[in-house]
């Protein structure tokens, strides 16, 4: 079996592997709690069923890749910002707080990226286009933040003892690791594109393997079965941390008002 052919198939297997993730949220009626994720994943199935069969060099394969990944960025930072909603449910003026910080850091990738494909755009001859180096560039930025904002969060639970809800929690450790190696793979790609089939191949794999993982850990006990994030062995510590977050959402709610 060529590379060709391993990617073919292990496309296969994570469009499948997709696809269960979506019939798993549904049979477990969590399609409205995890709205944009759901929405995210039904992205990624149609954009893979469209490409079957259809030619790489194609005008047609072209329009799906590129809508669909440019659907699929945005719907990540949807599904990233309902994920830190969901979990400092019980704290909403720090939640909206850290929604709106998700928001000023896409726009200001965005406007670092452009600027940055614009002053280092590649020579090319006259019969190539440019654009997939700006969009590359764009994507990559989106892909970035939202790499940085799950990781901030994370950080941020690890350190708050925060009750979050364990398919929450599964969900964000999941999508920080597959966001970041599809990040990676980006970076790596335009570093070398001469070796783009065999990058590609191994980010199919690692998507493969999270969407399996949450196939498995995403149950429907998880929504009331809660995990504290942090300082869990340290119960005074946590106390005191607890007052600082309370205290915190409070000055927040105050500034909102």
Do not use: C
Request: no cysteine.
């Amino acid at each position: 079996m060529n590379l060709a052919e391993f990617n073919q198939w292990v496309g296969y297997l994570t469009m499948a592997a997709a696809a269960g993730v979506l019939a798993q949220l549904v049979w477990l009626g969590l399609v409205r709690r995890y709205l944009w994720l759901v929405s995210y994943f039904l992205a990624d199935v149609l954009q893979s069923a469209l490409t079957i069969g259809v030619s790489r060099q194609s005008f047609w394969y072209g329009y799906i890749y590129f809508g669909g990944q440019a659907a699929k960025a945005l719907l990540a930072v949807a599904a990233s910002t309902q994920l830190w909603l969901l979990a400092l449910r019980a704290y909403p003026a720090l939640a909206q707080f850290g929604r709106r910080v998700a928001i000023y850091m896409l726009l200001g990738a965005l406007l670092l990226a452009a600027a940055g494909a614009w002053l280092l755009e590649p020579p090319r001859s006259t019969d190539q286009s440019i654009f997939p180096h700006y969009f590359n560039a764009l994507e990559g930025a989106v892909d970035s933040m939202v790499v940085l904002f799950l990781v901030a969060a994370t950080l941020f639970l690890l350190w708050f003892p925060v009750e979050v809800p364990r398919n929450v929690a599964v969900v964000i450790g999941g999508l920080v690791f597959y966001l970041f190696q599809y990040w990676a793979g980006l970076l790596l790609v335009n570093l070398y594109p001469q070796s783009a089939h065999g990058i590609g191949a191994v980010a199919l794999s690692l998507y493969a393997a999270v969407l399996i993982f949450w196939i498995v850990a995403i149950r429907n006990k998880g929504e009331s079965v809660t995990a504290v994030t942090g300082h869990r062995w340290n119960p005074e510590e946590a106390e005191r941390l607890l007052g600082q977050l309370d205290a915190i959402n409070a000055r927040l709610e105050q500034a909102a008002r």
